[in-house]
T-cell receptor, first 112, second 111 residues
Framework: DAGVTQSPTHLIKTRGQQVTLRCSPISGHKSVSWYQQVLGQGPQFIFQ???????GRGNFPDRFSARQFPNYSSELNVNALLLGDSALYLCASSANTGTGYTFGSGTRLTVV | QQQVKQSPQSLIVQKGGISIINCAYENTAFDYFPWYQQFPGKGPALLIA?????SEKKEGRFTISFNKSAKQFSLHIMDSQPGDSATYFCAASKGAQKLVFGQGTRLTINP
C-alpha cells in the first residue's frame, strides 16, 4: 500500500513568490495535517483537516492557507514567501483525527 | 502550557547499550503520547505510543515509561544498534487535536 505521498520533493522559490504543496493521504484516511519542520527543530503544527473541513490551525500568519479535496488529498499554499519559510513541510494522514498519524517524506522548500 | 520539553538534545550510546530519552509536559489534558523516529531526508515514523492510563508499554526493543503524576514520559531503546542512529521526537496531543512535538534528540550508536 502506498504511504502518504507529497509533491514536489524539493522546491526553490524567490522571496515574495507563492508556492503550492500537495499531499495524497493513505487510502481510506480522511484526516490530513500539515506541519513545518525547521532544520534542527521538531515539527510545528500548521493545519488539520477532516472530511474537508478545517479542524485546527496553528500559530502561522494568514499567508498560509490549505484545503482538502473530496478525494481527501490536500494542498498547502504559502503566499509572499519569506526567507524564514525555508523548511521541510510535512503532511500526515490518519483514519481518524488525533491519533496514529503517518507522515510523508515532506517537501523541502528553500526560499532565496 | 502547550510545550513538550525533550532531553537530552544529543546522545551517544555504545552498541548493545540502553538509550534513554526523556520528555516532560505541562498540559494535563494531553491523552496521547507517541514517539517518532526520523532519518535524514525522511518524515517522522511512528515508533510506539502510550495513553495515560498505562504506566509502561513495550514493543520489541522499544519501551515507553509514563509517569502521570510527574507529567513525564521516556523512551528506552534496549540493545541499541547502529541502525537506531536517528533523531527521535516525543509528542503529545489532546483528543483529536494537533500533535505538539519536543525539540528532538539526535541519537548516535557507536559500533
Amino acid at each position: 500500500d502506498a504511504g502518504v505521498t507529497q509533491s514536489p520533493t524539493h522546491l526553490i522559490k524567490t522571496r515574495g513568490q507563492q508556492v503550492t504543496l500537495r499531499c495524497s493521504p493513505i487510502s481510506g484516511h480522511k484526516s490530513v495535517s500539515w506541519y513545518q519542520q525547521v532544520l534542527g527543530q521538531g515539527p510545528q503544527f500548521i493545519f488539520q483537516y477532516y472530511e474537508k473541513e478545517e479542524r485546527g490551525r496553528g500559530n502561522f500568519p494568514d499567508r498560509f492557507s490549505a484545503r482538502q479535496f473530496p478525494n481527501y488529498s490536500s494542498e498547502l499554499n504559502v503566499n509572499a514567501l519569506l526567507l524564514g519559510d525555508s523548511a521541510l513541510y510535512l503532511c500526515a494522514s490518519s483514519a481518524n483525527t488525533g491519533t496514529g498519524y503517518t507522515f510523508g517524506s515532506g517537501t523541502r522548500l528553500t526560499v532565496v | 502550557q502547550q510545550q513538550v520539553k525533550q532531553s537530552p538534545q544529543s546522545l551517544i550510546v555504545q552498541k548493545g547499550g540502553i538509550s534513554i530519552i526523556n520528555c516532560a509536559y505541562e498540559n494535563t489534558a494531553f491523552d496521547y503520547f507517541p514517539w517518532y523516529q526520523q532519518f535524514p531526508g525522511k518524515g517522522p515514523a511512528l515508533l510506539i505510543a502510550i495513553r495515560p492510563d498505562v504506566s509502561e508499554k513495550k514493543e520489541g526493543r522499544f519501551t515507553i515509561s509514563f509517569n502521570k503524576s510527574a507529567k513525564q514520559f521516556s523512551l528506552h531503546i534496549m540493545d541499541s544498534q547502529p541502525g537506531d542512529s536517528a533523531t527521535y521526537f516525543c509528542a503529545a496531543s489532546k483528543g483529536a487535536q494537533k500533535l505538539v512535538f519536543g525539540q528532538g534528540t539526535r541519537l548516535t550508536i557507536n559500533p
